[in-house]
């Protein structure tokens, strides 16, 4: 099991506890998840927070905090006969408490009742939300009046966000790994193939250098269907492949890579000129992001530049801040331009994604498009998020929006007959922001039309 240096994990929670200032802090881990029965489960994975405080990747652990005095305390359960017969003797759970700074290992039965004595005494417990069930396990029997704690959410949600120079090395490594993903999935599309012989590919790739997958692969000639993972189409000449896609490394941080090319290897003219505008949109999004700026207003700044390349094509015509104001660019881009990125592919959103995404106050829009932006705050130093704008031809939205007259004045529904059959074009890179503006994480990963069509040659 790899791990950071042990002052990054004593850093990291004497950060926290100085934030909290007093009480117990719990960090729960996540357990096994059965999938069809008990005994056999789905891939563990563990829980962000806990990797990010006490970074063992092992199940059935959890860990308290003391603010007060920063003492840490990791409750789990040392190996047992029955677990070196079928699990094989793993280091124990105290070497490797050790190596994450924490020299009390406890009995998981004793946590509750140092949580109870806590409670007794008067202080608080602060904890995280809760997604899983055996989450709920460990609150069980405790105060019902507990809730999560907004303070620890905000804290831990402003520590997370900045990333440390080893998690930046860690990320790159994960887009390197997506990167080989995509130049695999690009030499190995042709047509008469199925999609789910590509993904194949993608996953061969992905294991042979020891990462899993950071989210269900969209690999798809539906690519206006958002958030595809059937892979059973044949792939014909003529349309175009979404591959959004993404490797987690094995200390799991998170790529969130999109691409997408023509099936034949040679875009056509059509495909050209809407690729070309989703490039550019992409471009002027990782341009434009720097300390400062609010993502919203890039994510509104790439949906005009849309909005304009789409009044010259005769798409759509009329005054394009009135457009943009009036939502019209959700029609072809109904989710927001990104989002952040670490250790979850969309960063802490078990944490809730207002809490990520936006300022105190900060409102949300209930505009097509702007309802599903994940991050619209302020940028800062450190950060590390998605620039993934994409344009899609949904006839069903198109032909809804025109029956009830929507955008009646704005958009030119006949002309949009014709991109029935387009599918959709999305480009998504990953980006860390700096004090001197921004870098793309990871090798370059080819996305010029000429690079696309010679790969694919
Ligand atoms: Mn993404």
Not at 169 to 185: D, F, G, P, S, Y
Not at 190 to 217: D, M, N, P, T, W
Not at 354 to 377: F, H, I, N, T
Request: proline residues 3%; hydrophobic residues 40%.
């Amino acid at each position: 099991m790899r791990l950071f240096a042990t002052n990054i994990y004593e850093a990291r929670r004497k950060h926290l506890a100085a934030n909290i200032k007093s009480g117990l802090i719990l960090i729960m881990g996540n357990g096994e998840s059965a999938m069809n029965y008990t005994d056999n489960v789905y891939p563990f994975r563990q829980n962000s927070n806990f990797l990010y405080y006490f970074g063992i990747n092992a199940p059935e652990l959890n860990a308290l905090i003391d603010a007060d005095s920063g003492e840490a305390v990791i409750y789990g359960h040392e190996l047992t006969m029955d677990d070196i017969i079928w699990v094989g003797e793993v280091e124990k759970l105290s070497a490797l408490a050790a190596k994450v700074g924490v020299s009390k290992v406890k009995d998981p039965a004793s946590l509750k009742e140092d949580i109870n004595k806590a409670l007794t005494a008067g202080r608080l417990l602060h904890y995280l939300p809760t997604y899983r069930i055996e989450h709920h396990g460990v609150l069980k029997g405790l105060d019902p009046q507990l809730s999560p704690s907004a303070s620890l959410i905000t804290s831990v949600v402003a520590q997370r966000s900045v990333k440390e120079a080893v998690e930046i090395e860690e990320m790159t490594k994960a887009v390197e790994i997506t990167r080989n993903m995509h130049l695999q999935a690009m030499k190995t599309t042709k047509s008469g193939k199925f999609e789910y012989e590509v993904v194949a590919e993608i996953l061969r790739q992905c294991k042979s250098e020891h990462a899993g997958l950071s989210y269900g692969i969209i690999f798809s000639v539906n690519g206006q269907v958002l958030h595809n993972h059937h892979h059973e189409n044949l792939m014909e000449s003529g349309r175009m492949i979404i591959n959004d896609s993404g490797a987690e490394n094995d200390m799991c941080y998170a790529g969130d890579i999109t691409r997408s090319f023509p099936v034949s290897g040679k875009f056509t003219a059509k495909q050209k000129d809407i690729y070309q505008i989703v490039l550019e949109m992409e471009k002027t999004g990782i341009n434009m992001v720097e300390p400062g700026i609010r993502y919203i207003d890039v994510h509104k700044a790439v949906n005009k530049l849309m909005l304009t390349r789409f009044k010259e094509m005769g798409l759509v015509q009329g005054d394009v801040d009135a457009m943009l104001e009036q939502g019209v660019s959700g029609l072809f881009m109904p989710h927001g331009l990104g989002h952040m990125i670490g250790l979850d592919v969309h960063d802490m959103e078990d944490l809730g994604e207002s809490y990520v995404g936006y300022e105190y106050g900060q409102q949300r829009s209930d505009k097509l498009g702007l309802k599903s932006l994940r991050l619209a705050r302020k940028l800062q130093p450190g950060f590390t998020l998605t620039v993934e704008p994409g344009i899609y031809f949904i006839p069903q939205l198109i032909e809804k929006y025109k029956s009830e007259g929507k955008f009646a004045d704005f958009v030119n529904y006949d002309a949009l007959t014709s991109y029935y059959d387009f599918g959709g074009i999305r480009v998504e890179d990953n980006v860390l922001i700096t004090e001197e503006g921004r870098q793309v994480l990871g090798t370059y990963i080819p996305k010029e039309i000429e690079e696309i069509e010679a790969i694919m040659a």
